[in-house]
């Protein structure tokens, strides 16, 4: 009963230094997404895959990279962290047809200081 | 373009009492929406959908949504509302053909529900 799995929870960064956020889903759905949370803002897309092999960019897509080498697998890269990329980071994933749900995982917590 | 709306930031609720959390909702075409809820330092549960066919829609938790295409609405409702509620809840419309059908997200209304 895994569904969305984020890793790490929580981390601490130093402005400059480089990252990976880890999503694993393990119901073999299509669609994966990363979102971030900030306060008052709801959550914003920053990047998409509808399929393994293929990323596309979201709402807030600079400062960040993605790659989707494996189906269940969508990783978040910050390559030169900014106090800016301070938020929390959900990952989702969905099937393929729109009117399904999009479940996400609890989230990852990044400070950058 | 399409987008959601949560007027109310926060909602207060005594314990027993039916709650209320509004949304509305501005897309082209016919909206798929959503309810989430998020518990402190967790991520978003799902709490139901419309899709399409009864304007009354019935999730978990015993919460129930309302879509009214006239008002371009979908409130989320609960008869009779318990100190477990006290969360953020999300409105979400889905967008269509574009983007991976990703979630378009209102900004949250904090639900207290008090004893």
């Known amino acids: 009963n895994a569904g969305v799995t984020q890793t790490p929870k929580f981390r601490v960064l130093k402005t400059g230094q480089s990252m990976t956020l880890l999503c694993a889903q393990d119901?073999?759905?299509?669609?994966m997404y990363w979102y971030r949370q900030d306060p008052g803002m709801g959550l914003r897309l920053i990047h998409y895959s509808v399929g393994e092999g293929t990323t596309a960019k979201g709402e807030v897509p600079d400062g960040y990279n993605v790659s989707r080498l494996k189906k269940q697998n969508f990783l978040l890269g910050l390559e030169s962290a900014a106090p800016s990329q301070t938020s929390v980071y959900f990952c989702a994933s969905s099937p393929a047809s729109s009117g399904n749900t999009i479940y996400f995982g609890e989230g990852s917590w990044l400070t950058v200081v | 373009a399409q987008s959601v709306a949560q007027p109310e930031d926060q909602v207060n609720v005594a314990e027993g009492n039916p709650l209320t959390v509004k949304c509305t909702y501005s897309v082209s075409g016919n909206p798929y929406l959503f309810w989430y809820v998020q518990y402190p330092n967790r991520g978003l549960q799902f709490l139901l959908k419309y899709i399409t066919g009864d304007n009354l829609v019935k999730g978990s938790y015993g919460f129930e949504a309302e879509f009214n295409k006239s008002q371009t609405s979908f409130h989320l409702k609960k008869p009779s509302a318990l100190v477990s509620d006290s969360a953020l809840y999300f409105c979400?419309?889905?967008?269509?053909?574009?983007?991976?059908?990703?979630?378009?997200f209102g900004q949250g209304t904090e639900l207290s529900v008090k004893p």
């Open positions: 119901m073999n759905h299509e669609y």
């Open positions: 979400a419309v889905r967008v269509l053909y574009n983007q991976g059908g990703k979630l378009i």
